[in-house]
């Protein structure tokens, strides 16, 4: 008898200390940004190409950086839109795309990596026309899978579009976000 109260005893113990370690962790308050952002809530997202080349839709790049932005910074207190979404926004980030190097490496069973290095500029600008951040050249790596030959001739297609506005949306939020202040 006294054997299964302490069984028991020590079941309750055991629940009551693994319970408590797999809660999960008391909200946090969202991280503070940058003083000058601090105003910032809602920023409208420009892409552009400054390449010449044609590499992509400004509109489409737009979105799928404001999208990812969204998703990958959401623990910070600033939301993102395209700029051509409309609606009001207290700051626009400008980002320009102004060059990209590229190689190409045959693979097998028609399957080809595609691995592209990016520069670009990145401009958050006030409401006011006030400059707020600045970052003049960031380099980005990022690669792509495709089925084919070749790779297309713009970055229009999945998955060229997604993986080019993951890297833009993750250096803005690395670059602009985690800045202490604007260069």
Not at 63 to 69: I, P
Not at 150 to 161: A, G, I, Q
């Amino acid at each position: 008898m006294v054997e299964k109260k302490l069984l028991t005893a020590a079941c309750a113990v055991g629940i009551l200390a693994c319970g408590a370690c797999f809660l999960p962790p008391p909200n946090q308050p969202k991280p503070q940004l940058p003083p000058s952002l601090a105003s910032v809530h809602i920023i409208a997202i420009q892409v552009e190409d400054g390449t010449g080349s044609n590499l992509f839709d400004p509109l489409m790049m737009s979105n799928s950086v404001a999208s990812n932005f969204n998703h990958q910074w959401s623990e910070f207190p600033v939301r993102a839109r395209a700029l051509n979404a409309g609606g009001p926004s207290d700051a626009t980030l400008r980002i320009v795309v102004l060059r990209k190097t590229d190689s190409f490496t045959l693979g097998k069973k028609g399957r080809q990596f595609y691995p592209l290095e990016m520069v670009a500029s990145f401009t958050v600008t006030a409401a006011d026309g006030r400059n707020l951040a600045s970052k003049p050249e960031e380099h980005m790596k990022f690669g792509a899978w495709f089925n084919g030959k070749s790779p297309p001739e713009t970055w229009n297609s999945n998955p060229f579009l997604h993986d080019a506005a993951y890297a833009l949306a993750m250096t803005a939020g690395d670059k602009l976000l985690h800045s202490e202040r604007p260069n």
